[in-house]
């Protein structure tokens, strides 16, 4: 027989779980290893099951570090350390950040960032701590790095592009 407040504690579990769409959304079961090589192979950490105030794998994330925040063993511990990565993965580019993101997005944003290097050349140098501090947080988000590996380019930020250019 099953005992009744470990039962309470499953079944509550479960109804939270059951809209958990991701292998990401399981951030406790994770390893940091683990959680980085998922965000590298593409993971969103905003995904969610489409409905508003759906939990996403960065709102688990967030839930774990602050519930488990004061646990000192060595399960507690490497949860909060693949919560702290699935977190930080779900913020707005940066230096910081950058090798949380997927390959194709990382590679893009290398040549985005070469942009700022080539104006500082041009008797700007202070333009590039302008460039990686305030411009590259804004132009990139997790969201939006769902890029194309062939050329880099978000299909999203392509279409707009070509909306304003004369092809």
Do not use: C
Request: aromatic share 4%; hydrophobic share 45%; glycine share 6%.
């Amino acid at each position: 027989e099953a005992h009744p407040v470990r039962g309470a504690e499953i079944s509550a579990w479960l109804r939270h779980a059951a809209r958990w769409t991701t292998p990401l959304h399981h951030v406790e079961a994770l390893s940091p290893a683990e959680a980085l090589k998922a965000l590298r192979e593409g993971a969103d950490p905003h995904a969610g099951d489409g409905e508003p105030g759906a939990p996403t794998p960065a709102t688990v994330a967030a839930d774990v570090l602050a519930r488990r925040g004061a646990e000192g063993d060595e399960d507690a511990l490497v949860a909060r350390s693949a919560a702290a990565v699935v977190l930080a993965a779900s913020h707005p580019w940066s230096r910081e950040v950058h090798r949380l993101w997927p390959r194709a997005a990382r590679k893009h944003i290398v040549r985005v960032l070469a942009i700022g290097y080539q104006l500082s050349r041009r008797g700007r140098p202070a333009l590039v701590d302008l460039w990686v501090e305030h411009i590259m947080p804004h132009a990139f988000d997790v969201r939006d790095a769902m890029f194309d590996d062939d050329d880099g380019a978000a299909p999203a930020a392509q279409e707009r592009a070509a909306s304003i250019l004369v092809l």
